[in-house]
């Protein structure tokens, strides 16, 4: 690993925005390209919305990102301590969502699956959620997407 | 995020400034619902929208289950590249058709 960031931020929406451009102006010493940067934006934002709002459920609680470059592979770990997800395949399919009464898409885990090249999710019911994400910028097999 | 809501005949326009996730979402939803009374249809024009996920998505998505139930569409315009990428990853343009000006959303509704 050649640098690393940590962040620690309640669960609040208003945070939504600081954690992306956060992670995002970390990545941008590894020269992106304004597309990838986007993609970064965009997972980060779903990973730390679906920490609020299901994790946290809207409630209070601790969201922890840490973003590191090794080279220019980008790993992003968001994790939440809230209430876990009990069937993270169901979770994982698109426009599968356990709250469409709130106006959710059931977008979020596709979203991160695509724009990132990797994702993994680890979950216990009453603990909390990690999501890992990892993205190698310049890799030309991922620009197809 | 900002939004500007005008009517055009019996279409809401909403014209979108700024960044469209979750915690915008949660200030603009009631905005936009209490103008649903007195329309059919509803335009979104994403045209100084620089960012947006899933949460944008969803907005979309839930006013359009209001509208489509009393015969109206959602049409959208002025998309960017990057929100153009997430509109398509959910296929959500077979439902809300996708224009390029908002004249040309105006018209087709």
Known sequence: MDNYMKLEIPSKSQNESFARVAVAAFAAQADPTIDEITDVKTAVSEAVTNAIIHGYENGPGIIAITASLTGRTLEIIVVDY????????????????????????GMGFTIMESFMDQCRVVSKAGEGTTVSMSKVFGDIDNKMS | MEVKLKLAGDTLVVRLRGELDHHAVNGLRSKIDTKLPQVKNILFNFNEVGFMDSSGLGLVLGRYKIVS???????????SPGVNRVFELSG???????YSTEREALNSV
């Open chain 2, 92 to 98: 959500l343009q077979s439902k809300i058709p996708l």
């Open chain 1, 82 to 105: 809230g209430v876990g997800i009990t069937d993270i395949e169901q979770a994982r399919q698109p426009l599968y969502t356990s709250k469409p009464e709130l106006d959710r898409s």
């Open chain 2, 69 to 79: 139930e009393k015969g109206g569409k959602v049409v959208a315009c002025s998309l």
